[in-house]
Structures are given as C-alpha cells and as structure tokens.
C-alpha cells in the first residue's frame, strides 16, 4: 500500500493544531503545578513531537538527499520510544488523579515501569541491532516483526490504567468526570488501523483527540470545584439533590459548620482561617465513607451526603469527625483549634423533598452549635 502523504500531513497537522490549542487552554491548570497537571503536558508536548516526526520520516523515507537518512532514523526511532513512554505517562497520570497524590504510585511503579523501561532500550538499542525496524541502504523504511511489541505494550498498559480505575472504584464508588474511554477509543482505534494497514498515519492525531476529550472533561469538572477546599461546590450538590429527588434515592446527610470561624480570621488573618477550612475540609473528607460525596455548602459550612445509608450510618461517620479533630488539635501545631457542629439527616423518597432534608439537616447543626457556644 502506498502511502497517501496529503492524508499524513493532514492528520498530523489537524493533531498538532488540537495540542497547541491544548497547549494554550491548560495554560491555567499548569500554573497548579501538580503532578497531575505535569504529566499532562509531558503526554501533550511528546504527542506533539510525534505528529512532527512521524510526517517527516515518511517525506524522509526514500529520499536520497543528504541527511534524509539520519531524518528517517530519528523520526522512527521518536515515535518508537514515545509509543511506550506515553502510555506509562497516562498510567502515572490515571494513579495521581484517582489517590490524589504520588504516595500510591511509588508502591506499584515497578510492575509497569519495569518492562516498559526494557522495550524502551530495546528500541534505543534499534538505532545499532536493527531488529525493531530498518533502513536499507536506499534509505527505505522496514517494519521489522519484533516492533509489535511496542503495540502489544501499549495495549497492555491502556488496559492496565482501566484495571487500576476499575479497582479504584471497587473500592471508592464510581470517580466522576473522568471518562477514560473518551481518551483510549480513540486512541485503540488509530493504533490498531495503523498498525494493520502501512501507509496511514492516524496514531498519534488519535493520541491528540485522547488528550483534548480528557482536557474538556476536566474543564468541567472544575466548575463545580471550590479551589479553596478543592471540594465540590454549592452548584454541584443542587444537580446531585435534583438527581436523588428525581430518581427516588434515599440518603442521609451531614451538615457541618466550622465554629467560631470569624474569630480564626480575626485573630490569625484570612490567610490562617482559609488554612483552618482547608484542615477542617481534609479530616472531613478522609473520615467520610469511601463513596461519601463531601462538598462545600457555603462559607465555613460543608455537607456529607452518602447514598443508601441512613441515620445511624451518618451519626457513626459525624463521630469518626469528631475523633479526627480531637486528635488533631491535641497534635497539631497550629495557632487555631477546630471545632465542628454537625447534624444529621435523612431522605426518604416520595415523603421528603430535598428542602425538607436541608432544613432538618441544618437545625439539627445549629442545636449542636448552639450547646458549643454555651459550653464556650
């Protein structure tokens, strides 16, 4: 099969179009400098390397003119390497956004980063043995049968990352706004045309639709991300009370306010009360059940809502809160304390609304507020 070099430069430019937009939209995010965020952009600037390389080896391969040779080596040997790198990029990226963190990626590492670190010497160690690809003498491009482990190792990481997500969510609940198979089906569907059919170039364009369907997808998740506490915010939890009312499902809540906040920020600056609603949000959230949905209500108040439980499971969860600040004001080296007022609530389908369920919730919060401050 001949290849159609228009439909290569097309496919190629339309992809490196989408990661330069890319590019400048993520602007933001990379700001955060989190490892998330960094990862991101390693994925779209070697995805961009790769829509610049692989046009050119193809205009390279044949071509007599000096240098066209070192061209077609470079380029090959480019988007060989940056064919495994980049899903153990994506691999790394999924671990961070599921734990939040680089803890849990420094105990798994190994099994992936292990092989995919030997199929990249492999390909390094193409440019002297020539067993992934060659380039005759004619300076003519060959596929060599060895070069299929770089699809099989793609695949199996891809499937990896949707085996980490699927253990994630055994364990958590369901992760939102994060649809990995508007990033892989693409990406499937490219790399399998690709490597089934010589002369089409539609991998690494693939790779770029991926990362613009994830970045979109994100885009939207912080709009209903408060950036103090990075809990979901007041917009999030009206579209999840509106879902629960809608469909009949029965729920218990917590509404929490953090006591005395005014005299934090009074006393310490704005700069320590937003750190106290920072703590206060952390403890909340890690003494929440798995699948508790935690967000921020208003100012220094915050709201646990957990699906199919009921009262009892939420006054258990509201205790577990309360032992977590204990312990942190007795080891914590802060100017402040923390103190928190909770009440609970429950919902039951076609007997309350949502209203009835915040209402309660909240007088239950003030009848403990108002007992802290007489203790005061």
């Not at 339309?14 to 998330?36: C, W």
């Not at 798994?108 to 390909?123: D, K, Q, S, T």
Request: proline residues 4%; aromatic residues 12%; charged residues 15%.
């Amino acid at each position: 099969m001949e290849p159609n070099y228009e439909s290569i430069v097309i496919t190629n430019a339309i992809g490196l179009a989408l990661l330069a937009s890319l590019l400048v939209s993520s602007y933001l995010t990379r700001e955060r400098r989190g490892l998330d965020d960094r990862l991101f952009t390693i994925m779209t600037i070697a995805c961009a390397g790769s829509c610049i390389f692989e046009p050119l080896s193809w205009f390279a391969d044949g071509n007599p003119e000096p240098g066209a040779f070192f061209l077609n080596y470079l380029g090959n040997a480019y988007c060989y390497i940056a064919s495994c790198i980049t899903p153990f990029l994506w691999i790394l990226y999924v671990d961070t956004r599921l734990h939040k963190g680089t803890t849990h990626i420094r105990s798994w590492h190994p099994v992936m980063g292990i092989p995919v670190a030997i199929v990249v010497l492999l390909n390094i160690g193409n440019l002297f043995g020539h067993y992934m690809f060659t380039i005759s003498d004619a300076n003519v491009y060959s596929r060599l049968p060895l070069s299929y482990i770089n699809y099989v190792m793609m695949f199996v990481q891809f499937f990896y990352s949707i085996w980490l997500k699927h253990r994630y969510q055994r364990k958590h609940g369901s992760v939102r706004f994060f649809p990995m198979a508007m990033f892989l089906v693409p990406i499937i569907a490219g790399a399998v045309v690709q490597a089934l059919m010589f002369g089409v170039s539609l991998a690494w364009p693939s790779v770029a639709i991926g990362l613009v369907s994830i970045h979109m997808s994100l885009q939207n998740e912080l709009s209903y991300i408060d950036p103090l506490t990075n809990l979901y915010n007041r917009t999030y939890l009206d579209g999840t009370l509106s879902a629960y009312e809608r469909d009949g499902t029965k729920f218990s809540g917590i509404m929490i306010d953090l006591d005395l906040f005014k005299n934090i920020n009074d006393t310490f600056g704005h700069s320590v009360g937003d750190e106290a609603l920072r703590q206060a949000a952390q403890l909340i959230s890690e003494n929440a059940p798995d699948n508790a949905l935690v967000l921020r209500f208003a100012g220094d108040e915050f709201i646990v809502l957990m699906s199919g439980s009921d009262e009892d499971e939420a006054a258990q969860t509201c205790r577990a809160i309360e032992r977590a600040v204990d312990q942190f004001n007795a080891t914590a080296d802060k100017p402040y304390t923390l103190s928190l007022s909770m009440g609970v609530s429950s919902f039951n389908p076609g007997v309350d609304t949502t209203d009835d369920f915040l209402r309660r919730a909240d007088e239950h919060m003030y009848e403990q507020k108002r007992k802290h401050h007489e203790a005061a």
